[in-house]
């Protein structure tokens, strides 16, 4: 991949503006960004971590990876193509990932075409129509879950009601929920799952859908375990999801300008 000489203003103001819509534990907004030539550094905000809810600072990474995926979305529509390298310096543990940018071309295809959906895509705290996802749709957003190196397992009546008893109870519509898991554990697979719930956040979105997140039960050691056995035993939960059609549109949560979280341009 060639890379470019630099950024423009313009551009790291379209890069930056697209991470920070990313969805994160409380909004928290646990990110920082650093711009290097055709390298942007997406990096933890300690001061903006939740130690009690997210001790490991599991929650934190993953939504650090989803801004990484916001990124790389923007940057496909700008005409660069992107790499990135999970934790890409280990004597520096705050930098959860580095995104190279090429030199600048057509806009990719496929990522590309997701750019819409970043500032319609929202957590959504309603209720939801009496509306079942097709199974058509679902697969994409599995495929999108896969194109990023992880599964989105939908749950059966049967799991959901085992997921209940686990302690996460999930009400009634016939909304679609699916556990997020990677075949990893560790900081660099919390980045790739963030990636991975992006992606299928904004294709989703595509498909006029919203999604809401029942986490509790994945910050507590224990009932994580239990989550892990109930969709196999192989993969680690990383986020339960529940996908469906909005009763009624809710605003999105505020964001903090991306400039309040950008430390250097070298």
Partial sequence: MNSTSGLTDDEVDILLAAAV????????????????????????DEKRSLPAEDPAGRAARIALGAA???????????GHESLVAPDPDPQYPEMAARVFLARREAP??????????????????????????????LQKLDEAAQSEGARLQWLCQTELTQLGAIGQAVDGTPSATGVLSTRDEHTAAWVQAGQALQRVLLVATSY???????????ERTASRFQVRELIGGRLWPQMVIRIGYPAQ???????????DSFDQWF
């Fill in 68 to 78: 990484v995926f916001n990124i790389r979305v923007a940057a496909a529509m700008l």
């Fill in 208 to 218: 006029d859908l919203t999604a809401s997140f029942f986490n509790q039960v994945l």
């Fill in 108 to 137: 990719v295809p496929v990522l590309s075409g997701l750019y819409g959906e970043l500032h319609r895509r929202h957590t959504h705290h309603g209720a939801l129509l009496e509306r079942a996802v097709s199974p058509k749709v």
């Fill in 249 to 259: 549109p809710n605003g999105r949560t505020p964001r903090r300008d991306w400039r």
């Fill in 21 to 44: 819509t990313a969805p994160s534990l409380h909004n928290t907004q646990p990110w920082r960004f650093e711009v290097h030539g055709p390298v942007v550094d997406v990096l933890l």
